[in-house]
């Protein structure tokens, strides 16, 4: 365990966020009236988009396939769940983004050293990132509180809604009652919304990741997400 301070971060590559069609439903569309859309239209709008290589660097895979998974697959889950309502503007907030940066995080004050750990920056303007991945690809908690405070409070807070900790394997209940404790949700309605301590409105969600035959799968893991099937709709339980 180290200290967060001692944490930097190196830029690694930019992307620009684009839509294939233009004319075509887009995710921004989608956020304007949630109930209007069914989950083959809003599945169309997330297909949409482009994300465009501005930079043209040799990128870790898991970047690109847990960007895509956020901006569209896990859009997508958000609306059938019903949680966009309990995390709206973080909702909202991916449906906006125009740009990316990718970093990867080190530590030491003049040698610098890699970690394990990569941050996705994503930009609705260029003035502070309104939301943040990390990818920890330790193989255990230890570093989870140093990275997430170190990406959170390094943060412009006003801007900032949310946090999607990507996990290189399954957590376990001990990990669910530490996310209870740091978002202080001792019911349901708190769990969903899943507001970190200390800041006003920064959501966080943490998702598991592995790959299987040679494919990467996600799964958010809290807050857990139920669902239950009616025609075309899902709704939390």
């Known amino acids: 365990m180290f200290n967060a301070f001692l944490i930097s971060k190196k830029l690694l590559g930019k992307f620009k966020i684009k ?6 439903l887009n995710c921004e569309k989608v956020t304007e009236t949630p109930r209007a859309y069914s989950t083959a239209q809003i599945k169309s709008a997330t297909e949409n988009i482009l994300l465009v290589d501005t930079e043209e660097n040799i990128l870790p895979e898991i970047i690109t396939k847990s960007t895509e998974y956020l901006l569209k697959d896990l859009f997508i889950q958000m609306h059938q769940t019903g949680l966009y309502n309990r995390q709206f503007k973080l909702w909202k907030s991916l449906a906006n983004i125009i740009e990316i940066s990718v970093s990867r995080l080190q530590k030491g004050l003049f040698k610098k050293s890699e970690l394990n750990a ?9 003035e502070a990132q309104c939301i943040s991945g990390i990818i920890d690809e330790n193989k255990n908690t230890d570093e989870f509180k140093v990275y997430l405070d170190r990406v959170v409070f390094s943060s412009n807070l006003n801007r900032l809604k949310g946090i999607f900790y990507f996990l290189n394997y399954m957590p376990d209940e001990n990990l669910v009652t530490k996310l209870k404790f740091c978002t202080n949700s001792p019911d349901k309605i708190s769990t969903y919304e899943s507001i970190l301590l200390k800041t006003n409105d920064v959501r966080l969600n943490v998702i598991s990741y592995h790959k299987n035959n040679e494919k990467f799968v996600f799964k958010h893991f809290y807050p857990e997400l139920k669902f239950v099937k009616h025609e075309d709709a899902i709704t939390l339980q």
């Open 19 to 24: 839509q294939k069609n233009p004319l075509a």
């Open 118 to 126: 990569y941050v996705i920056d994503f930009f609705i303007d260029p």
